[in-house]
């Protein structure tokens, strides 16, 4: 072995070296021909095992040589690395590439239920006269949703609420949203502008109008020198705000928590006034019924009748809602038939 045949190994390593690198596919046969050339039991190493044989004066040189050659494989190696990671992400970016120009999936809109919906736009009226919201629990004590309300155990009035009773003595399911009125003015003072929206329960036969399972809306005002005028007045604002300009009246009526009572009639939102089947001919459409705090009940809720006087009201929400939009059926409301449902969007 001489000096002259070992550094013509060493270029000829270099340049087998230089090609199969720069024709590597993939980072794995990169490694490989790292492992191959510069690796401890590589190329590179084998060919160095003849320096031994060489003259003292060539060793050096052809250490050198050694050197410029492992240098080149080393950069050739990371050049090579470089591009090939390069092609990889061009190939992802291609790959995962998003069209921008086709059209969107379309995104789902919902709707409010008719009547949560009609709720909002009772509380939205009653809310310009400053009426805040308040809840009160469906499963109510009989004191409050009876007696308080001046409504005796052996009232005959307790005929007009078909109750629905819990396993707890004492509590039932809520008849009306009525009790509200007794637990705002227990838990506020006058002056009172509430509006009560909730579930109610009843033990009925199922039809056309009546619901075991309704909602009501219950307003309360309570406050010094509050007047019969006031419930008019209020009443006529909300019934133009819902139905548009109609004629409005009182009927004489009759609950056992208001004295004096009215039931409160908008002009047919059908015929307009002339009579038609769905007024029964009269031309008027009851839309809910009102009267003066009774003072017995302004007592149980801790305020005092002589200071104080207040007008209630309650109103059924399928009622309003039926209005709204003609729906004949309150039945539909519960059903969750989305045919029928997705006519509110
Ligand atoms: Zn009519």
Known sequence: MDFESLSADLRSLQARALEEISAAVDPGA????????????????AVLRGIGALP????????????????????????????????????????????????????????????????????????QFGFVIHEGPEVEDDLTNFQMLNIAPDHPARDLWDTLYVDIPGYLLRTHTSPGQ???????????????????????????SHGSEFFQVEGLMVDEGTSMADLKGLLDEFAHALFGPRKTRFRPGYYPFTEPSVAFDVECVVCGGVGCPACSK???????????????????????????????????????????HAVPDLRYYLENDLRFLEQFR
């Open 282 to 324: 009269s031309g008027w459409m009851t839309i809910l019924g009102a009267g003066m705090v009774h003072p017995v009940v302004l007592q149980y809720g801790g305020i005092d009748p002589e200071r104080y006087q207040g007008f209630a009201f309650g109103m059924g929400v399928e009622r309003i809602a039926n209005l709204r």
């Open 56 to 127: 003292a004066d060539d060793r050096p040189r052809v250490g050198a040589i050694a050197n410029e050659v492992g240098e080149a494989v080393k950069g050739a190696l990371a050049t090579r690395g470089t591009e090939l990671r390069s092609q990889v992400q061009t190939i992802r970016l291609a790959a995962e590439k998003v069209d921008v120009t086709l059209p969107g999936r379309p995104v789902a809109r919902g709707a409010l239920h008719p009547i949560p919906e009609t709720i909002e736009a009772i509380a939205e009226v009653f809310g």
């Open 182 to 208: 007794i637990r705002v003015m227990q838990s506020t003072r006058p002056p009172i502008r509430a509006l009560l929206p909730g579930r109610c329960f009843r033990y009925e036969a199922v039809d056309a």
């Open 30 to 45: 990169l490694d490989a021909l790292q492992i191959q050339y510069l690796g401890k039991k590589g190329d590179l190493t």
